[in-house]
């Protein structure tokens, strides 16, 4: 179980969740970090955070950490494709 710390006290935050198929390219991201910061903000189509290919699936209220927790977030989402195992 996690416990809160009051050190934490009177912290608010939020949360998003983005997608980008380019995410795949381990050259941009290492499925941690962005290899670099470009990747992630620079002013150009070329990074994560302002390409025309990154849709936001989600992004909540802000929150004060240990006093509100954000609401149920339910995304429908449909597969590019389906893989039947046998």
């Known amino acids: 179980m996690v416990e809160f710390s009051r050190e934490f006290d009177g912290i ?15 050259q941009l991201y290492n499925n941690w970090n962005f290899t670099s910061n470009y990747f992630w903000d620079s ?9 025309p290919k ?3 699936l ?9 006093r509100e927790v954000p609401e149920q977030i339910d995304i ?3 597969p590019i494709k389906f893989i039947h195992v046998d």
Do not use: A, C, K
């Open 12 to 26: 608010s935050t939020y949360q998003m969740t983005f997608h980008n198929p380019d995410l795949r390219n381990h």
């Open 43 to 51: 002013l150009t189509n070329d990074s994560f955070w302002y390409s």
């Open 54 to 56: 990154t849709s936001l």
């Open 58 to 66: 989600y992004s909540t209220n802000v929150f004060e950490i240990g």
């Open 76 to 78: 429908d989402i449909q």
